[in-house]
């Protein structure tokens, strides 16, 4: 496998491929659609709700906070975490911009 040449690319390129990578894993997304679904932080539900191991559960979400996708908060013994909210609304353009470009031809291919 050949190494990555990313200075060929923006940094708005590279940004984006990174945070592509982060909701590139399944679990990560499931993560992502209970906190959207909770509209309020979560804490520790988590496990129960996707039937992942603790450890598990603790490595995607590090991955998602170390992407700035959500936020956390100590309360007492556990932490709870919540959507980024300025984080995700600047995804929402940066992805929009990426799919309002297709210009919808009549003909492809």
């Known amino acids: 496998m050949g190494i990555t040449r990313t200075e060929l690319f923006t940094n708005k390129q590279n940004e984006f491929a990174q945070i592509a990578?982060?909701?590139g894993h399944p679990a990560r997304l499931a993560i992502l659609e209970v906190l959207l679904k909770s509209s309020t932080c979560i804490c520790g539900d988590l496990v129960e709700e996707l039937g992942l191991a603790q450890s598990t559960i603790s490595q995607?979400?590090?991955?998602?906070?170390?992407?700035?996708?959500i936020k956390g908060n100590i309360e007492g013994?556990?932490?709870?975490?919540?959507?980024?909210e300025k984080k995700?609304?600047?995804?929402k353009v940066t992805f929009n911009e990426l799919f309002d470009r297709y210009p919808n031809p009549k003909e492809c291919c």
């Open 21 to 23: 990578k982060v909701f």
């Open 77 to 84: 013994n556990s932490v709870c975490y919540c959507i980024n």
């Open 60 to 69: 995607h979400l590090k991955e998602l906070k170390n992407a700035d996708i």
């Open 88 to 91: 995700w609304f600047e995804l």
